[in-house]
């Protein structure tokens, strides 16, 4: 099935520094990639909609200048969490949706592993 | 949507029974539907998926059942196995508009052995 890859898987950082996290789609192409946030035992929630070539579309709540998103290329959205705090401490997870062909369903996403970031 | 601050309601089963699931949906407009299987630390995986002109498909060891006229969703799963043990999300969207899911709280299942 369609395989999409986080990096890093965990990452462990000081309060005030910097984390890219890495999402890609290996075997299909993905004009849009959701970024989403998921606090233990709860549902995920959407932070933000990525487009390749444009800017992203952040929802409510979700700060953009601390949560960037870059979608240079169909295979490959990142998300930055610019000076982390303890707050941010969460599991990140993307997700990709086919923009056709082999993998059928417009709106059927697949998702990455996840990356569980801990700031200190 | 989201479940802030609530435990995720669980279901708990003994290996080989069936195991129901179920979803409330909030959109009745909604009309293509996503169950996933989340393993601890793991990503969302795609269980099965069903449209709205249909009100039950079947894959392996599953089957999803769709109620338009409650807006009812749920997911059986045969014979249920350890490796089953996971939390189950329901998600809704409409079918080629390009909108987001929209997750559902989610369900841990425990299989016991």
């Known amino acids: 099935g369609a395989v999409v890859s986080q990096h890093p898987s965990r990452v462990i950082c000081k309060s005030g520094t910097s984390v890219k996290i890495e999402c890609r789609s290996l075997?299909?192409?993905?004009?849009?990639m959701f970024w989403y946030r998921q606090f233990p035992k709860q549902s995920l929630m959407l932070m933000a909609t990525?487009?390749?070539?444009?800017?992203?579309?952040?929802e409510q709540g979700v700060e953009k200048d601390k949560f960037l998103i870059n979608h240079a290329s169909l295979t490959l959205s990142t998300l930055t969490v610019t000076s982390a705090h303890p707050e941010d401490s969460s599991f990140y997870i993307c997700?990709?949706?086919?923009?056709?062909?082999?993998?059928?369903?417009?709106?059927?996403?697949?998702f990455g592993p996840g990356t569980r970031l801990l700031v200190l | 949507g989201e479940s802030v601050g609530l435990h995720l309601p669980t279901l708990s089963v003994q290996e080989g029974d069936n195991s129901i699931i179920n979803c409330a949906y909030s959109n009745s407009a909604s009309d293509y539907f996503i169950w996933y299987k989340q393993e601890s630390g793991k990503g969302p995986q795609f269980i099965i998926d069903i449209r709205s002109n249909m009100d039950k498909r079947q894959g392996q060891r599953v089957t999803v059942l769709l109620n338009k006229t409650v807006k009812h969703l749920s997911l059986q799963i045969a014979a249920t196995q350890p490796g089953d043990s996971a939390v189950y999300f329901c998600a809704e969207t409409i079918f080629n508009a390009g909108n987001m899911l929209t997750f559902g709280g989610g369900t841990r299942l425990m299989v016991k052995p």
């Open positions: 997700s990709a949706r086919a923009s056709g062909g082999a993998w059928g369903k417009k709106e059927t996403q697949y």
């Open positions: 075997d299909f192409q993905a004009t849009t």
């Open positions: 990525s487009n390749e070539g444009s800017k992203a579309t952040y």
